[in-house]
């Protein structure tokens, strides 16, 4: 063995080997960038909050720990096609889309003009339909798309805001839509949705997820067959 077999690396190739790593500055403007993406979220939530009520069911963007429920929920890990009603300003989107597999497509259904446009602008993702109107147009939605009845639907749309008649067609057209041991999943301040659903799919697997500001519940409903 030659003595120089045990000598350091030159500083040249330490520098090579580590060439790729990221930078102090990197990781904070990285960090940065986080979070002044988060406080864009929030400051447009707000904003549409305000704007209605009716529409939006939070003035808080939903939690980490909520959209990995969701995730879990809906089985997107293995779903083709799963369609978002009330996406928002899209921070549960881009949930969604990092647990969906390379072959999947969401198709996220917005009232709100507003959020519409920023998910299209700010979500540059081919598997990524946004579409704006009502979810009672679901079915045409998916028509219009070419996409086949999903695996899952999640919603965040505020049940409890809306007319009884208005919240009876979205659910009886979710209903109407999801795949044979398709997954509606549901999650709301109030329970209203409920009431709503059991009649189309039967009675929920209720939680509660406390990890969210304020507390939320989660319904599930798996379609027969």
Request: charged share 25%; hydrophobic share 45%; net charge positive.
């Amino acid at each position: 063995m030659r003595p120089d077999q045990h000598r350091a690396p030159r500083a040249g190739a330490v520098r090579a080997d580590l060439s790729g790593l990221p930078t102090a500055g990197q990781e904070r403007e990285r960090r940065d960038a986080g979070l002044r993406q988060v406080l864009r979220e929030r400051i447009a939530f707000l904003r549409g909050f305000i704007a209605h009520p009716d529409q939006v069911g939070s003035v808080i963007p939903s939690s980490h720990v909520l959209e990995q429920r969701l995730v879990r929920s809906a089985r997107l890990l293995r779903a083709r096609c799963v369609v978002e009603l009330g996406p928002g300003t899209g921070g549960t989107t881009r949930a969604f889309l990092r647990a969906l597999p390379a072959t999947s497509h969401l198709l996220a259904i917005e009232l709100n003009g507003d959020f519409a446009g920023r998910l299209r602008a700010e979500i540059r993702d081919p598997r990524l339909t946004v579409v704006q109107g009502s979810a009672e147009s679901i079915a045409r939605f998916l028509a219009e798309q070419g996409l086949p009845a999903p695996d899952a639907v999640i919603s965040g749309i505020p049940f409890s805001t809306m007319p009884r008649e208005v919240a009876d067609r979205i659910a009886a057209a979710i209903a109407g839509v999801l795949a044979p041991g398709g997954r509606f999943v549901a999650y709301q301040f109030r329970a209203h949705v409920a009431g709503y659903a059991t009649p189309y799919l039967g009675a929920p697997r209720r939680e509660l997820e406390v990890i969210n500001i304020p507390p939320v519940r989660v319904f599930t409903w798996t379609r027969a067959g």
